[in-house]
């Protein structure tokens, strides 16, 4: 047994999401990605003498959002407290945010573990703060620069339980996190923009053990795939370092992506000493039932419940159900396909194959695919129906359905003569052809080669044009050639 294995790791997760709002949390200053340096603030931004916050509505309903998605409490009575401390891009010296009064505590988001199994992990508290501005250190030689265009924008901090196992599962567990922000338009989740950030607290203790070891917090981590090299580093390091006998100590620690390490930023003390008080220019909220259900009404349809959809009302796969509301916009699309199509399998492979191969070879997304989602419905139709053979709507039809999106699949087929031909008479003289032409296969498929089928069956689509109803034509075919 390797050292590595009689260890487990304790982890629990620290998302930050910046929320879609027009504007900043506590000011009308603009919320915007992008924007050239320190112009979107204010005298409120900026901490100015004598200027006062003003609570931004839009988040309060977020943080709601969110709560009633991870099935989380949510608190009738909160108010706001300041969080003190000294950076060069946190104009105010103190943060606003929820301390003893988080707006949701408790919940869940389920996750698939290593083996494939789902997993619940615990949800700690959900709460509204700001954020801070931006230190930049890789612009200027000498100096560091600061951008307090971020300074106010509204973040909600989703913290975890310490149920995550393994850095797989950590992966897992952000890939759900943003994928739910995103059904709830709560926030983009780009984390390479910064506007989901996530912060690692990683121990390890032996297998069996009651006690969790010293945590380790790691920050600086700008893609969820760095979230996972930096865990693993992490937790080989500590019980590297726990086999030599040596103490872990309890800091923060940034990550390296190039070297692929953790490098300590600071030690921490028991408790950080923010000297959190009652914010006082901030009046304390409160949030009715009706308030909640209000918002509940206009809850869209979450990832978790159209893959169940998928599965136990549709009869799709797993797979098939993963690949479907791994985004949104494709989940929304295919719920359009559906409303013009009951073949629900053959709808998903149209969604999956040549709708997603089309969005990926040109690098767009579903808001910019042409083809009304009720067009692929039909043409699902059409192909059950036996108008079009699948080869002729996927390689013929489908690009014309591109190039005139406005027109039904119908009507294109029709246009350009690719209605599959049904006549048992017209296959008939199409495959007498066939065998006319072929007379040396002809006479080996009479003497036992009945795997030539398949060539004879190439030959007959080549002839038809490639319009000959594949199903029909393929008994047809065996029929006569049996009988000759």
Do not use: W
């Amino acid at each position: 047994m390797s050292v590595n294995n009689k260890y487990e790791a304790v982890i629990g997760l620290e998302v930050h999401a910046q929320m879609l709002t027009k504007t900043k949390a506590y000011s009308n200053d603009i919320n915007e990605y992008g924007a050239n340096p320190n112009t979107n603030v204010s005298v409120i931004s900026l901490g100015h003498p004598g200027t006062l916050p003003v609570m931004n509505k839009k988040t309060i309903e977020y943080a709601i959002r969110l709560g009633l998605a991870c099935e989380s409490n949510i608190a009738p009575y909160q108010y706001f407290a300041r969080k003190n401390y000294f950076y060069p891009d946190l104009p105010k010296g103190y943060q606003i945010t929820q301390d003893k009064t988080p707006i949701c505590t408790g919940g869940h988001i389920f996750i698939k573990t290593d083996d494939g199994n789902e997993k619940e992990i615990g949800i700690t508290r959900i709460h509204m703060e700001e954020d801070a501005g931006k230190s930049i250190h890789d612009v200027d030689v000498y100096d560091t620069l600061v951008d307090l265009n971020r300074a106010g924008t509204p973040l909600l901090e989703i913290v975890s339980e310490p149920d995550l196992k393994t850095s797989q599962e950590a992966y897992n567990y952000l890939t759900e996190v943003r994928k739910l922000l995103r059904y709830l338009d709560i926030c983009d989740g780009n984390m390479e923009e910064g506007s989901m950030r996530c912060d690692a607290n990683v121990s390890v203790m032996l297998k069996g053990s009651k006690v969790f070891g010293t945590k380790v917090e790691v920050k600086n981590m700008n893609s969820i795939r760095n979230v996972q090299r930096a865990i693993e580093f992490e937790i080989s390091r500590q019980i590297e370092q726990i086999e030599k006998g040596e103490a872990i100590a309890q800091e923060t620690r940034g990550f390296d992506a190039l070297k692929g390490i953790t490098i300590s930023q600071r030690t921490k003390e028991a408790a950080n000493d923010y000297r959190y008080f009652p914010e006082p220019d901030l009046q304390p909220i409160t949030v009715s039932k009706e308030q909640i259900e209000t918002v509940r009404e206009t809850m869209p349809a979450l990832p978790r419940d159209l893959f169940f959809k998928y599965i136990n009302e549709l009869g799709l796969s797993s797979y098939d159900a993963q690949v479907l509301t791994d985004t949104k916009s494709i989940a929304l699309y295919f719920e359009e396909v559906i409303q013009t199509t009951k073949n629900y399998k053959g709808a998903a492979n149209f969604v999956m194959g040549d709708v997603k191969s089309f969005l990926n070879n040109r690098s767009i997304e579903i808001e910019d695919f042409p083809i009304p989602a009720k067009h692929i419905g039909l043409l699902v139709n059409i192909i059950d129906e036996g108008k079009v053979s699948t080869s002729a709507a996927s390689q013929k039809l489908f690009p014309l359905m591109v190039e005139n999106p406005a027109v039904e699949p119908l009507t294109l087929a029709e246009q350009n003569n690719l209605i599959q031909e049904s006549d048992e008479n017209s296959l008939i003289t199409y495959i007498q052809q066939v065998i006319n032409e072929n007379p040396v296969e002809t006479e080996r498929y009479k003497n036992g080669e009945k795997q030539l089928l398949g060539l004879f069956m190439g030959k007959l689509m080549k002839v038809s044009g490639g319009k000959a109803d594949p199903k029909l034509a393929n008994q047809l075919l065996r029929t006569t050639l049996d009988n000759l």
